[in-house]
């Protein structure tokens, strides 16, 4: 996978490292999962527990990791997809200096990576096949070798989008999940998993082509956000 760079780490506040990648970006690793609590006026951390017990009392995600419109300053063309793994959000560029945010789970330690690539494909209700490497290290996931039909019990929920470095398909997918209260986490093996309800409404609003800048988790300096 030339230009797309593996690494593993947690998220929020940063950390001593940092290094220089082929995006033009100053990279800071993180440690863990923080959310704003508006009764403390703390930052707390947020981990698998207690995000269950969050989606079980309030039948949704905490607000920041809730669809928006937000400004947002940046070089990049509408209709560009940025994601930024550190705060776990997703920018759908719109004109004006505007942007659709969304909350998103991503890659749990040692899965995550960054790079430039873009959508190869699109599909609905999309059929999940586990990579071979995923086969070998996952029991689990032995049955479903030859393909998962999708439904509301698939891993890649109502929409997937395929990323693709030029013409190969990097195994990675920004798509749904069945699992919502999840948003927000470390939890997936390298994709980017959103809500059902927001891989929709991305779905209906980006093509085949679109760019996705995939920034390291850590980074917050991307150039021209």
């Known amino acids: ?45 947020y981990d698998r527990k207690k995000a269950r017990q969050y989606y079980a009392a309030h039948g949704q995600v905490p607000d920041a990791f809730r669809r928006q419109v937000v400004d ?76 998962m039909p999708g439904g509301p019990d698939n891993p890649l929920g109502a929409r997937a989008l395929y990323l693709y470095q030029g013409d190969q398909d990097t195994i990675y997918r920004i798509h749904g999940t069945p699992e919502p209260w999840t948003i927000g986490l470390d939890v997936s093996s390298g994709c980017i998993r959103m809500n059902n309800d927001d891989i929709v409404d991305l779905y209906s609003q980006v093509q085949v082509g679109a760019k996705v800048v995939v920034l390291m988790q850590g980074a917050a300096l991307y150039k021209g956000v």
Not at 86 to 91: A, K, S, T
Not at 97 to 126: C, N
């Open 1 to 45: 996978m030339t230009g797309i760079m593996r690494l593993g780490g947690r998220l929020r506040r940063a950390v001593a490292l940092s290094v220089a990648v082929g995006l033009g970006t100053t990279l800071a690793f993180a440690d863990q999962t923080q959310i704003f609590d508006p009764k403390t006026h703390k930052w707390v951390n």
């Open 72 to 147: 947002f300053r940046t070089a990049e063309k509408p209709g560009t997809i940025i994601i930024d793994g550190n705060q776990h959000f997703l920018y759908l560029v719109l004109p004006g200096l505007k942007a659709v945010r969304y909350g998103i789970g991503v890659g749990r330690d040692g899965f995550g990576w960054a790079g430039i690539v873009r959508v190869g494909r699109m599909a609905e209700w999309p059929t999940w096949t586990p990579p071979a490497e995923m086969v070998a290290r996952d029991p689990n996931a032995v049955k479903f070798a030859g393909g």
